[in-house]
């Protein structure tokens, strides 16, 4: 999902947001926006050794329901997120609920099981989940909270009990946001900052660390820099 402080991915949430946002027309609008960044963050998390290409396509109604689908390179695997929501405005104050499906063609870089179907191959769905998305905000600031909801792995008999919360504030050209990562298995959870810096419309900068994790050297701690440009299509 893309380079912003509310939603998922440095990249999807974007997406999300953006169509959620989106100014109200006569009737409806199909939009999309094609982008690449020098690294793919994820929650404070870096997901790839390099560069990643992606792009959207979404749909928003004047009545504030939107739909749309998300995918983007990753190392040694594609992502694709499908999403749908209702969101709008009211007296400056910012409001959207959406239900996120994410989706993995060779299971999200998890240590997923073997297909049973296909001896000596991964189950790429393993690594698949569903998240609800509540987001508010006003006058710059930003709240944000995801809950996992679903299977953690398409078909599989464990629940997605996961959940990531974040409050962000944007002034101009900057933005920085703290997230909280609260994983359901024990020993996991950290919290992690971001700062970006919005050269143009299209063209942002986001420094990204993980300043504090439950149990020691469980992530890297690096600090992270991303480089995005993103466009309408």
Do not use: C
């Not at 400056?92 to 299971?107: C, H, L, Q, V």
């Amino acid at each position: 999902m893309k380079n912003v402080f509310g939603l998922k991915k440095t990249v999807l949430a974007a997406s999300v947001i953006a169509a959620s946002l989106a100014p109200a027309i006569a009737a409806a609008e199909v939009s999309g926006t094609l982008g690449a960044s020098s690294q793919y963050l994820w929650r404070g998390q870096q997901l790839t050794d390099g560069a990643a290409v992606y792009g959207s396509v979404d749909y928003a109604h004047a009545s504030g329901l939107y739909a749309g689908a998300w995918a983007s390179s990753e190392t040694d695997d594609t992502e694709y997120d499908l999403y749908a929501g209702f969101g709008g405005e009211a007296g400056g104050f910012s409001y959207d609920i959406s239900y996120i499906d994410y989706n993995y063609t060779a299971g999200g870089g998890m240590g997923v099981e073997q297909d049973p179907l296909t001896p000596g191959t991964e189950r790429a769905s393993d690594g698949d989940f569903q998240e609800v998305h509540v987001g508010a905000g006003f006058a710059g600031l930003t709240a944000d909270a995801f809950f996992g909801v679903g299977d953690a792995g398409k078909g599989s008999d464990e629940d997605y009990e996961d959940n990531y919360y974040a409050v962000g504030y944007s002034y101009d050209k900057y933005g920085a946001s703290v997230g909280y990562y609260d994983f359901d298995a024990d020993d996991s959870d950290y919290t992690h900052l971001d700062v970006s810096y919005a050269v143009t419309d299209q063209f942002t900068f986001t420094v990204s660390k993980i300043v504090d994790q439950e149990e020691d050297d469980t992530y890297d701690d690096d600090v992270v820099m991303s480089v995005s440009y993103e466009f309408a299509l």
